[in-house]
């Protein structure tokens, strides 16, 4: 067998995370126990909420120790199996961290068909794509005609979003970081408007080009940033509107300078009588089947379209990760080993 390589996290990040809080480490490739699968990696998921993970602060989910493998979801092929329902050479995925062979414990491990290119498992049809449709059933509970705005809008959760809103009849407006993610999400993804979020300097510069693409207001604001976007969006809401709130990137390296004005605007959550709802996925996987029995099929056929963004070789997990929180994935960030 070949040395098993992994990523640990070596320090904790100041702000934005850098190559020297990761450590690459190299060692002997584990045997199973009693109930467990090793699985040999060949994707790797990068996801934002692991810049949570790397703070040692009370949370959701616990945080990475100092010198611990970093936490993400892997794919890859069984090369040991002592639990039943794994045989050696079936593709399967669970947390196996940042590394490139991980023993996982068959009760968190799912068999993955082999008809489906398993990468898919990390994105459109993994966490990403499920937290968007159980998010936007539950939460936002979308109408035909009614208007709806995400950012992070080309990435697997806001490009999700869109398209299952689109189908539904809504009107979709994406926020994306650059000319080229714009054209992406309405190309590719089916929005009828565009905004570059980099190119208005301030929420209010970005509010009033999103009063012109949403003439009628908007119904359903997917949180996914934070920051300047729901500065901007928050008072365009209409009476009634729900704001599933996901997730805060712009936010997740710090706040450089408290701003005072945000605690203000969401005065318009009172007025407008809005439904904000905070979810975190892990609370509704009991409901994966269903989606996985609607929306393969409908990925597959190319009905849904994804993009992925592949990263080559564990060493580039802290690069790539790096990018990500920046916007410097086009799609679902993975990495193949
Ligand atoms: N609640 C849950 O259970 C749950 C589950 C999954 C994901 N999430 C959250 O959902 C969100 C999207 O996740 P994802 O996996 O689909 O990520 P993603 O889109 O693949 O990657 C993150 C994207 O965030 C955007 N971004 C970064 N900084 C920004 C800023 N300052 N302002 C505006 N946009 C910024 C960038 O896109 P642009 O270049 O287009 O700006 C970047 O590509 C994240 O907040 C994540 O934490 C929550």
Redesign the pocket.
């Known amino acids: 067998m070949t040395d098993m390589q992994r990523i640990t996290l070596a320090r904790r990040p100041k702000g934005d995370p850098v190559p020297e809080d990761f450590s690459l480490k190299t060692g002997p490739v584990p045997e199973p126990g009693d109930g467990e699968i090793v699985i040999e990696v060949s994707h790797l998921s990068l996801?934002?909420?692991m810049r949570g993970r790397m703070d040692d602060v009370k949370s959701y989910a616990p945080s990475v120790g100092l010198g611990e493998t970093m936490t993400g979801q892997g794919v890859g092929r069984v090369i040991a199996s002592k639990a039943e329902g794994f045989a050696v050479g079936d593709l399967a995925t669970g947390m196996t961290g940042w590394a490139s062979h991980a023993i996982v414990k068959a009760t968190e491990a799912r068999v993955l068909p082999a008809e489906i290119p398993s990468s898919l498992f990390l994105g459109a049809l993994g966490?990403?794509g499920f937290?968007a449709w159980t998010g936007l059933r539950k939460f936002g509970r979308p109408k035909a005609g009614e208007t709806l705005v995400v950012?992070?809008?080309?990435?697997?959760?806001?490009a999700m979003v869109g398209q299952l809103a689109k189908a539904a009849g809504l009107r979709t407006i994406a926020?994306?970081?650059?000319p080229e993610?714009c054209r992406i999400a309405t190309e590719t993804f089916g929005f009828d408007a565009a905004l570059d979020?980099r190119a208005y300097e301030d929420a209010s510069a970005l509010r009033t080009a999103l009063a012109e693409v949403a003439p009628d207001g908007v119904d359903i604001y997917w949180e996914?940033?934070g920051?300047?976007?729901l500065e901007a969006v928050l008072p365009l809401m209409n009476v009634g509107g729900r704001i599933p709130v996901?997730?805060?990137?712009?936010w997740y390296g710090g706040v450089e300078d408290a701003d005072d004005r945000l605690p203000m605007l969401w005065r318009s959550v009172l007025v407008k009588r809005l439904h904000v709802s905070g979810?975190?996925?892990?609370d509704h996987w009991d409901e994966y089947p269903e989606f996985l029995a609607e929306v393969p099929t409908k990925v597959l056929s190319g009905e849904i379209k994804h993009l992925e963004d592949v990263a080559q070789g564990l060493h580039a997990m802290p690069t790539a990760f790096i990018a990500?929180?920046?916007?410097?994935?086009t799609g679902?960030?993975i990495v193949a080993l």
């Open positions: 996801d934002p909420y966490m990403p937290t950012a992070a809008a080309t990435g697997p959760v806001g926020i994306a970081g650059g993610k979020h996914n940033v920051g300047k976007v996901c997730g805060m990137i712009s979810f975190i996925i892990f990500m929180l920046k916007g410097g994935n679902k960030q």
